[in-house]
């Protein structure tokens, strides 16, 4: 048998070999060498040689690594005419790695020609052959490929299904991304894979295309999407926003928004904000967001503007501020970038004045914006500056100066929070100003500075033309404990409007002086009318209620009653404030306080006391009027 194949070589090379080396001295060195020439003849010669040489042997049981060989040659020569005889062995040749390799080299060529042997390739009995023409389909490029490739990603074997799916991607047709999308549901991991790495190929396209189906009921194909789509990194995080905004997607987008930005605290806040009904529940969200908010659910927030209650938005500048500063200079452009994006004055003015909670590295970004054309942005940059406090002193101060009034109206309001021996100067001097408006904010902000020093220029004012200067510049006495003109602050209190400012009360009960003690009676006097009056109305309308809702507890009732009753003049933050200090004052004055209060007809414990749970401002004092 051996002798028999060494003859069968001899012969072939006597008939093939020989003839040619004694004609010409060519084979398959040159042949080699040819074959990848810069030279179009030395290729042509060499492929007219390979040509000769498949011809004879396809379909034969010559060595197949040699015909390999021919093969990859044939590939090499990169000529037009070398499609041919790479289809005639895909058409004709038995063995398998032959058919692989031919199929190989027509996918390096790209010709449009082999089209239909490469589609019929997908039918072949041999894996590996469907699973190389899967692949060549792809760089083909050829969209008449798409039905075929669909077909195999239906193929019994799945490292085809896994090849025809990779291939769809580089096709690169938009209608592959439905089956796509199918196969991803496959039971092969690698189908799996391989359908996930062609739709990241396709971008948007892809992630439009499978938002839908976190809509749809739950499947297995949902949760692998909810799982893949973070895949997509920054290009996903906005549409999943948007899906985030429609009540059937939300809880799917959540969960993808969760694994996307690694935090699953803030997006269920963000849920409930969009939900809240008053001030109270929306205030208790916001400071659970401050505390484990991440600079996504910034950039959420911003997204959703339009879907946030009103109540919840004057709330945020805080909150998105302390999260903003957590995050450091990354917080910061973001909150920068949204004072300039888009034409919702509301939202870049919230953006700037959370900007002025990041602290000190923010006020180069807000700098820019004080010589901006929209006056309401001025104005919040000038606030958000006065939030940064001292160290934005210097960038505030010439803006005590400018003509616009409303803009040295915001200036001024902003020193008062800043104590500084610079900002109670130029406060002073703002007391001399021809507009009445700004003297009153300047004396308002001097008695916030609670600065000793401005009590004579206060003075001055006590004669001033304009009796709402007068009145500022009497509580501004009255803050800053002035004692020469107690009968002026008691005249002020006692017919100025009502409630009081709380502060003020409080001032009175620490100047020392028996003559407050009579205007101090009149304020407990006058919220116990109130009281009363408020203890009346509840008590008729919970019998009202708990006749028509007999199924309601006490408890209930005296919360929907509470409810109703919200803006009762009882309930009133300074009033009841007010009410709070006088009563802490007589006590310093040594009156007999809680005979005073029995008197007044007050019953601590009684059912439905407003003060029986006070606001942190002004606790009840531990006097035991019962």
């Given at each position: 048998?051996?002798?028999l194949?060494?003859?069968?070589r001899?012969?072939?090379?006597?008939?093939?070999?020989?003839?040619?080396?004694?004609?010409?001295?060519?084979?398959?060195?040159?042949?080699?060498?040819?074959?990848?020439?810069?030279?179009?003849?030395?290729?042509?010669?060499?492929?007219?040689?390979?040509?000769?040489?498949i011809?004879k042997?396809?379909?034969?049981?010559?060595?197949?690594?040699?015909?390999?060989?021919?093969?990859?040659l044939?590939?090499?020569?990169g000529?037009?005419?070398?499609?041919?005889p790479?289809?005639?062995?895909?058409?004709?040749?038995?063995?398998?790695?032959?058919?692989?390799?031919?199929?190989?080299?027509?996918?390096?060529?790209?010709?449009?020609?082999?089209?239909?042997?490469?589609?019929?390739?997908?039918k072949?009995?041999?894996?590996?052959?469907?699973?190389?023409?899967?692949?060549?389909?792809?760089k083909?490029?050829?969209?008449?490929?798409?039905?075929s490739?669909?077909?195999?990603?239906?193929?019994?074997?799945?490292?085809?299904?896994?090849?025809?799916?990779?291939?769809?991607?580089?096709?690169?047709?938009?209608?592959?991304i439905?089956?796509?999308?199918?196969a991803?549901?496959?039971?092969?991991?690698?189908?799996?894979?391989?359908?996930q790495?062609?739709?990241l190929?396709?971008?948007e396209?892809?992630?439009?295309r499978?938002?839908?189906i976190?809509?749809?009921?739950?499947?297995?194909?949902?949760?692998?999407?909810?799982?893949f789509?973070?895949?997509?990194?920054?290009?996903?995080?906005?549409?999943?926003?948007?899906?985030?905004?429609?009540?059937?997607?939300?809880?799917?987008?959540?969960?993808?928004?969760?694994?996307?930005?690694?935090d699953?605290?803030?997006?269920?806040?963000?849920?409930?904000?969009t939900?809240?009904?008053?001030?109270?529940e929306?205030?208790s969200?916001?400071?659970?967001?401050s505390?484990?908010?991440?600079?996504?659910?910034?950039?959420?927030?911003?997204?959703?503007?339009?879907?946030?209650?009103?109540?919840?938005?004057?709330?945020?500048r805080?909150c998105?501020?302390?999260?903003?500063q957590?995050?450091?200079?990354?917080?910061?452009?973001?909150?920068?970038?949204?004072?300039?994006?888009?034409?919702?004055?509301a939202r870049?003015?919230?953006?700037?004045l959370?900007?002025?909670q990041?602290?000190?590295?923010?006020?180069?970004?807000?700098?820019?914006?004080?010589s901006?054309?929209?006056?309401?942005?001025?104005?919040?940059?000038?606030?958000?500056?006065?939030?940064?406090?001292?160290?934005?002193?210097?960038?505030?101060?010439?803006?005590?100066?400018?003509?616009d009034?409303?803009?040295?109206?915001?200036?001024?309001?902003?020193?008062?929070?800043?104590?500084?021996?610079?900002?109670?100067?130029?406060?002073?001097k703002?007391l001399?100003?021809?507009?009445?408006?700004?003297?009153?904010?300047?004396?308002?902000?001097?008695?916030?500075?609670?600065?000793?020093?401005?009590?004579?220029?206060?003075?001055?004012?006590?004669?001033?033309?304009?009796?709402?200067?007068?009145?500022?510049?009497i509580?501004?006495?009255?803050?800053?404990?002035?004692?020469?003109?107690?009968?002026?602050?008691?005249?002020?209190?006692?017919?100025?409007?009502?409630?009081?400012?709380?502060?003020?009360?409080?001032?009175?009960g620490?100047?020392?002086?028996?003559?407050?003690?009579?205007?101090?009676?009149?304020?407990?006097?006058?919220?116990?009318?109130?009281?009363k009056?408020?203890?009346?109305?509840?008590?008729?309308?919970?019998r009202?209620?708990?006749?028509?809702?007999?199924?309601?507890?006490?408890?209930?009732?005296?919360?929907?009653?509470?409810?109703?009753?919200?803006?009762?003049?009882?309930?009133?933050?300074?009033?009841?404030?007010?009410?709070?200090?006088?009563?802490?004052?007589?006590?310093r004055?040594?009156?007999?306080?809680?005979?005073?209060?029995?008197k007044?007809?007050?019953?601590h414990?009684?059912?439905?006391?407003?003060?029986?749970?006070?606001?942190?401002?002004?606790?009840?004092?531990?006097?035991?009027?019962?």
């Amino acid at each position: 048998m051996v002798l028999l194949r060494r003859y069968r070589r001899m012969l072939w090379w006597c008939m093939c070999g020989l003839p040619c080396w004694v004609g010409c001295s060519y084979g398959w060195r040159e042949v080699r060498q040819d074959a990848k020439s810069d030279d179009m003849a030395a290729r042509n010669r060499a492929l007219d040689y390979l040509i000769d040489y498949i011809s004879k042997t396809t379909g034969s049981r010559e060595g197949v690594g040699q015909r390999q060989e021919a093969v990859q040659l044939v590939t090499d020569t990169g000529l037009p005419r070398s499609i041919g005889p790479l289809r005639m062995i895909l058409m004709h040749e038995a063995d398998s790695l032959l058919r692989r390799d031919a199929i190989r080299g027509l996918a390096v060529l790209r010709s449009a020609q082999a089209l239909a042997e490469l589609r019929g390739a997908l039918k072949d009995r041999d894996i590996d052959v469907r699973m190389t023409a899967a692949a060549a389909l792809g760089k083909l490029g050829d969209q008449r490929a798409l039905r075929s490739l669909v077909e195999a990603t239906r193929d019994p074997s799945p490292a085809v299904r896994a090849s025809a799916a990779s291939a769809l991607a580089e096709l690169g047709a938009d209608r592959a991304i439905p089956f796509l999308i199918r196969a991803l549901d496959d039971e092969n991991d690698d189908v799996q894979r391989a359908a996930q790495k062609s739709l990241l190929r396709f971008g948007e396209k892809a992630i439009a295309r499978l938002l839908p189906i976190l809509s749809q009921p739950s499947s297995s194909l949902q949760d692998r999407v909810i799982r893949f789509l973070p895949e997509f990194g920054q290009p996903v995080f906005v549409p999943l926003i948007q899906a985030f905004r429609q009540r059937t997607s939300q809880e799917n987008a959540k969960r993808a928004l969760s694994e996307f930005t690694r935090d699953g605290q803030s997006w269920p806040l963000l849920v409930r904000l969009t939900q809240v009904q008053d001030k109270k529940e929306a205030e208790s969200v916001i400071r659970e967001l401050s505390a484990v908010g991440s600079l996504a659910a910034v950039h959420a927030v911003f997204l959703m503007w339009d879907d946030m209650p009103v109540v919840a938005k004057p709330l945020f500048r805080t909150c998105l501020g302390q999260i903003a500063q957590r995050s450091g200079e990354e917080g910061r452009r973001l909150l920068s970038r949204y004072t300039r994006e888009g034409d919702d004055l509301a939202r870049r003015t919230t953006a700037l004045l959370a900007l002025g909670q990041a602290g000190t590295p923010a006020i180069d970004l807000i700098r820019p914006h004080l010589s901006s054309q929209t006056r309401a942005m001025v104005i919040a940059a000038i606030r958000a500056l006065g939030q940064i406090k001292r160290p934005a002193l210097s960038t505030l101060l010439p803006y005590t100066e400018v003509e616009d009034e409303e803009l040295r109206y915001t200036a001024i309001q902003q020193l008062g929070a800043i104590p500084s021996s610079n900002a109670v100067s130029a406060l002073i001097k703002q007391l001399k100003h021809p507009s009445a408006k700004i003297r009153i904010v300047a004396i308002e902000a001097l008695g916030q500075q609670r600065d000793r020093a401005a009590i004579p220029h206060a003075r001055d004012l006590l004669t001033d033309p304009v009796n709402n200067v007068v009145l500022a510049a009497i509580q501004t006495l009255l803050l800053l404990g002035d004692q020469q003109n107690v009968q002026v602050y008691i005249a002020a209190l006692k017919y100025g409007p009502y409630p009081p400012e709380p502060t003020y009360v409080e001032t009175l009960g620490r100047l020392a002086d028996t003559k407050v003690v009579p205007l101090l009676r009149q304020i407990t006097r006058r919220y116990t009318r109130d009281w009363k009056a408020y203890l009346q109305t509840s008590q008729r309308m919970l019998r009202q209620k708990r006749r028509k809702a007999k199924s309601m507890t006490t408890e209930q009732l005296e919360e929907a009653v509470s409810l109703d009753l919200a803006s009762h003049p009882a309930r009133n933050v300074l009033a009841l404030c007010s009410f709070v200090e006088a009563v802490r004052a007589l006590q310093r004055y040594g009156q007999p306080v809680p005979a005073l209060l029995k008197k007044y007809g007050y019953r601590h414990k009684a059912p439905m006391n407003p003060l029986l749970n006070p606001r942190e401002r002004c606790p009840w004092p531990a006097i035991a009027p019962d």
